[in-house]
């Protein structure tokens, strides 16, 4: 079966953290699609270890003939981000979709985690992605529906030790999905979370080594796996915590191969038993914010 990936023609979609990395990815894919992309991040300078700005990916979008806009935002501060959406659905005639990608990593046990570092991950995923939802929701209805995406993973306990603040936060933007979604389906709006299978390329597994390339899948396998969830029935995908693979799966795409950094490699799993094995145990000690600066 040939997937062929959804018209986004006349759509605006906001995607936060979308500087670099994965979220840079996501919204330069969704604009292919047709799809007009508010840019929402912090960087505005570019950096070795945090390379990319907010205004370097609405000029990539601009050259693939669409509309884009660069919001710096600071996803910590609600007010900033009620700010953008509004700005995004007075300046760009509404919004459709809403990608909240913008993250933070911070992998140690309870013990060696500062309450500033708690509250980072905390303000950085779930807060935010709250925040966003809960700004972007009134537009949509009004318009009659749209998608909420959170990339966060299946609430799985067993990845809990030595990462326990990063699980709580990334967990709690999981159930603000499912709760959402079904707080607004009879709106239509739809609600799901995506988390990827294995490693991706990013800021974050370059900057802290999270295995080698050929452990690695690239970013397009998770902004392939958003258009195959936006692109389908709400009934459908609503309330659901997908897996990249699977979100794949079911629009019929199996072979995964072209999505490896390195031909031939061996991704690394970092969801279901699997991932107890892998790099995903290890404790980074330092906090990353890849897709937020």
């Not at 047709?34 to 505005?44: K, L, N, P, Q, T």
């Not at 692109?231 to 799966?249: H, Q």
Request: hydrophobic fraction near 45%; charge should be neutral; include cysteine.
């Amino acid at each position: 079966m040939t997937w062929t990936p959804p018209d986004l023609s006349g759509k605006v979609a906001v995607v936060t953290g979308a500087s670099r990395g994965i979220g840079k990815c996501v919204a330069l894919r969704l604009a292919e699609c047709g799809a007009d992309i508010v840019v929402a991040a912090r960087s505005v300078k570019s950096h070795d270890r945090l390379p990319g700005t907010i205004h370097d990916t609405v000029r990539e979008i601009e050259a693939l003939g669409r509309r884009a806009l660069a919001i710096r935002t600071n996803v910590r501060d609600a007010d900033a981000v009620e700010a953008m959406i509004d700005r995004a659905a007075a300046q760009m005639g509404g919004i459709d979709i809403l990608i909240n990608n913008a993250g933070a990593l911070w992998w140690e046990t309870v013990e060696r985690t500062p309450i500033k570092r708690f509250d980072l991950v905390m303000d950085v995923n779930a807060r935010a992605a709250f925040a966003a939802a809960h700004a972007a929701l009134p537009h949509m209805v009004r318009a009659g529906g749209g998608h909420i995406l959170v990339y966060s993973p299946p609430v799985d306990l067993g990845l809990l030790p030595g990462k326990v603040a990063y699980c709580i936060s990334k967990f709690g933007m999981t159930m603000l999905a499912m709760g959402l979604a079904a707080e607004a389906r009879a709106q239509n709006v739809a609600c799901a979370a995506l988390w990827p299978a294995t490693v991706i390329e990013s800021q974050a597994s370059i900057n802290h080594g999270l295995g080698t390339p050929a452990q690695w899948r690239k970013p397009t396998i998770l902004a392939d796996a958003t258009l195959a969830i936006i692109g389908r029935p709400i009934d459908e995908v609503t309330g659901r915590a997908f897996i990249d693979e699977e979100a794949l799966a079911e629009v019929g795409v199996t072979d995964l191969d072209a999505y490896a950094c390195v031909p031939g490699g061996s991704p690394m799993r970092i969801i279901g038993d699997a991932a107890r094995s892998s790099i995903w145990t290890h404790r980074t000690g330092s906090e990353q914010r890849s897709t937020t600066d």
